[in-house]
């Protein structure tokens, strides 16, 4: 339940947009906080998790500060929250920063995979929608338009969770505007944010370590067709969906098999992860969500010039390769058609 908020207005500082300071905490209903409560905390799917970073350590990394004072006292809420809504005020330079409403709210007892914890909020929504409103006047019935926010559209949000203090918090993220580099402000300018290393994480980013080797570095190693491509993408995918662990070993010798491709992957392994900052774990929970994630972009695919595209979803032994006088061919095997 939502204890206390304050709301802010933030513009573009860049495009010289003002910033608007409340002076005081909103006085909300039991109704509306139950309304804002539903707005707020449908938006988060809590499969990947952050926390607060920062290179030179926490004490210097301002939201994470400003968030302890709130969490040591709850009463600093709104001094705390124009200290924040002046932070993003100066993150928002980018010309493609949206100016919006910026909510700071103090929540008690969420449930976090079954344990009650507190946890402070940060919203912001940008996009304004418009709504009809009918009124039955006397004799009439009136209809005219009004702006206002829907409630399906949180743009940007954050829940920090009073947990993992000295670690930086455990942060579930919300980011559904603004997908260029160059204006990914929340997440990387305001809020500094470093992914956790749990099991969400070690899944995703093998699998996508997998699909760059197979796809990328493989053929430049080895004669590998097509089709022996979308074996490997099959064979890593349904790894992941058929097992609850991954072991580095196990994945090694049933999805890559043979010894030199072995060796190239150990390799490649190791700069992709040099390369982004980020350690590969040999053995974890594979963590479900994450698959599936991943498997959207597991597009088993051979492209024939622009006549003919073949979905591989399995054995790579009923399909062939091969040439003759008119040309390059595949021949595929099946036992009926669906």
């Known amino acids: 339940m939502i204890t206390a908020m304050a709301i802010h207005k933030v513009g573009n500082k860049g495009q010289q947009e003002p910033l608007f300071i409340s002076e005081q ?23 990947e998790f952050f926390s607060f970073h920062h290179e030179a350590g926490l004490q210097l990394h301002e939201v994470y500060q ?10 600093q809420l709104l001094p705390q929250s124009v200290h924040l809504a002046k932070h993003l005020y100066h993150k928002s330079m980018h010309p493609q920063i949206k100016g919006g409403e910026f909510y700071v709210a103090h929540f008690q007892n969420l449930l976090l995979q079954g344990v009650a914890v507190n946890a402070l909020g940060l ?4 996009h304004k929608d418009l709504f009809l409103k009918v009124e039955a006047k006397e004799s009439i019935i009136d209809v005219h338009t009004e702006e206002g926010i829907a409630l399906n559209k949180l743009d940007k949000a954050c829940l920090i969770y009073q947990l993992n203090e000295e670690e930086g918090y455990k942060i579930a993220v919300v980011d559904k505007t603004n997908k260029s580099k160059e204006a990914q402000y929340w997440i990387d300018d305001f809020l500094q944010l470093r992914q956790i ?13 997998c699909k760059q080797f197979i796809v990328k570095q ?6 590998v067709s097509k089709a022996d491509q979308a074996d490997y993408l099959n064979r890593s995918l349904l790894f992941f969906k058929d097992r609850t662990e991954f072991q580095l070993q196990d994945f090694s010798e049933e999805v890559l098999r043979q010894p030199e491709v072995i060796e190239r992957f150990q390799s490649y392994r190791n700069s992709y992860g040099e390369e982004r900052d980020m350690q590969f774990s040999d053995e974890f929970s594979i963590a479900e969500q994450a698959v599936k994630r991943q498997s959207r972009s597991y597009k088993s695919v051979i492209k024939l010039d622009k006549n003919f595209h073949i979905y591989v979803h399995g054995d790579r032994n009923l399909i062939e390769q091969g040439e003759d006088d008119q040309g390059k061919f595949y021949k595929i095997y099946f036992r009926e058609e669906l």
Not at 123 to 126: G, I, N, R, W, Y
Not at 197 to 209: G, K
């Open 25 to 47: 905490l909103t006085a909300n209903t039991e109704e509306q906080n139950t309304v804002l409560e539903g707005f707020f905390l449908s938006a988060f799917q809590h499969d």
């Open 66 to 75: 400003f968030t302890r004072e709130i969490f040591q006292d709850p009463e």
């Open 123 to 126: 919203f912001k929504t940008e």
């Open 197 to 209: 290393a749990d099991d969400y994480f070690h899944t995703e980013n093998t699998l996508a370590m």
């Open 218 to 223: 493989l053929p430049e190693d080895f004669e």
